[in-house]
C-alpha cells in the first residue's frame, strides 16, 4: 500500500492510503459478514482510510440511514480497531423522518445539527474523535458562517479532527474557507467529489442541483484544487457503480454525450497494453496524475477489492497517460 498526507495542521492530518474503502452499502444490501470480510482484506493489505455517512443507505429501507455507522462501530470492537484506522462520516443529508429523503428533508447544517449530528456518529462508530467530518451537501438555509463557526467548534474540543466538504458549488467551498480563515478556524481541507476518468455532463438540473450538478469534480473544482495544493480531492464513484465493465449496466445518463466514446477506445486501449482491467486503469490514472487524488471505491465482494488494490501498483507510462488525458471524439 501506498500513502499521503491529508490536512495539514499538525495536531490533525493524516497519512491514509490512496485507496479508501467506501462503506456505503455495508450493513445495508452487503451484508454483515461480506461486509467484515472486505473491511479486514482492506486492512490487511494496509487500508486505512474508511468512508461512510450518518445517512447511509436510508434509501435501501425507507429510514433514516445509520446502517452503515453501526455496522463500522460493530467492526470496530470486534476487531479491536483504535485510531490507527481512519474513518471519516459525513452529516447534512440525512433525512429528518423515514420515508423523506435529502431533497425534500434533510437535516441541513445549522451549528445545533452539526453538533447532534456529530455526536450521534461518534456513538454508532463507537469513537471519541471523528477522524474527518464532511458537510455532505449545501445547506443554503443556513449562514455559512453559523456552519463554519458550528464546525470549528467540535474540532476545538478535540471530538473532531480534519473537516471536509462534498457536493458544494466550488464558490461556496472557498467563501468557507475563506470566512475561516479569516476568523482563525479550521477550515475545509479535504474535498469529497465524483470523479472518473469519463466526463460527464454538468448542466442537467435535478432536485438537489436545479442549476445543473454540483457533485462532479468540473474544471472550476479542479482548477481550485490545482491553485490550493494543501486540499485534497477524495474521489466518489471512481469507478461508475461498475458502469465500465457490466454489459447489463448502462452508463449513467450524463455521461452519455459525444465525448464518451473516444475517452472508452483510449481506456479500453491502454488496459489492453498493460494487461490490467479498464477499472485498474481509471484508479492508477487518478492515482498517478499531477493533482492530489484518493480515490474512493467501494467493494461488495473480496474479489472487487482485491481487484482495485492492485491498481495501486499500476504505473502508466507518459505516453499513455498522455493518450487518456487527451481523448477527443472525432470531428467529421
Do not use: C
Request: hydrophobic content about 40%.
Amino acid at each position: 500500500m501506498k500513502y499521503r498526507t491529508i490536512g495539514t495542521d499538525p495536531a490533525h492530518r493524516r497519512e491514509v492510503s490512496v485507496l479508501a474503502l467506501g462503506a456505503m452499502l455495508f450493513g445495508s444490501r452487503t451484508d454483515e459478514a461480506t461486509s467484515f470480510a472486505v473491511l479486514d482484506r482492506y486492512v490487511e493489505a494496509g487500508g486505512n482510510f474508511i468512508d461512510t455517512s450518518d445517512n447511509y443507505a436510508f434509501w435501501n429501507d425507507g429510514s433514516q440511514g445509520g446502517q452503515s455507522e453501526k455496522l463500522l462501530g460493530r467492526w470496530r470492537r470486534s476487531r479491536g480497531i483504535g485510531d490507527e484506522i481512519v474513518i471519516a462520516t459525513k452529516l447534512g443529508a440525512r433525512p429528518l423522518a423515514p420515508g423523506t429523503g435529502f431533497v425534500d428533508n434533510p437535516e441541513g447544517l445549522s451549528a445545533k445539527v452539526v453538533r447532534e449530528s456529530a455526536e450521534r456518529s461518534r456513538e454508532r462508530l463507537g469513537v471519541n474523535k471523528l477522524d474527518l467530518l464532511y458537510a455532505h451537501i449545501e445547506d443554503q438555509k443556513v449562514p455559512l458562517q453559523e456552519t463554519v463557526e458550528g464546525f470549528a467548534e467540535l474540532v476545538a474540543e478535540g471530538t473532531v479532527g480534519l473537516l471536509g466538504v462534498s457536493n458544494h458549488a466550488a464558490w461556496r467551498v472557498e467563501r468557507a474557507r475563506a470566512l475561516a480563515a479569516s476568523a482563525g478556524l479550521p477550515g475545509y481541507e479535504v474535498l469529497q467529489y465524483q470523479h472518473s476518468y469519463l466526463r460527464p455532463r454538468t448542466d442537467v438540473p435535478s432536485g438537489l442541483f436545479p442549476d445543473g450538478s454540483l457533485g462532479s469534480a468540473g474544471p472550476d473544482l479542479l482548477g481550485y484544487l490545482r491553485a490550493e495544493p494543501a486540499l485534497t480531492l477524495v474521489a466518489y464513484s471512481p469507478l461508475l457503480a461498475g458502469a465500465y465493465t457490466r454489459e447489463d449496466k448502462p452508463l449513467p445518463a450524463d455521461y452519455d454525450h459525444p465525448g464518451t466514446p473516444a475517452r472508452l477506445t483510449a481506456l479500453r486501449e491502454v488496459a489492453k497494453e498493460t494487461g490490467a482491467s479498464v477499472n485498474q486503469v481509471v484508479l492508477a490514472w487518478q492515482l498517478g496524475g499531477p493533482l492530489p487524488i484518493v480515490p474512493l471505491a467501494g467493494a461488495s465482494s473480496v474479489a472487487q477489492l482485491e481487484e482495485n488494490l492492485a491498481a495501486v501498483d499500476l504505473e502508466l507510462t507518459a505516453e499513455q497517460r498522455e493518450r487518456l488525458d487527451s481523448a477527443v471524439p472525432v470531428r467529421a
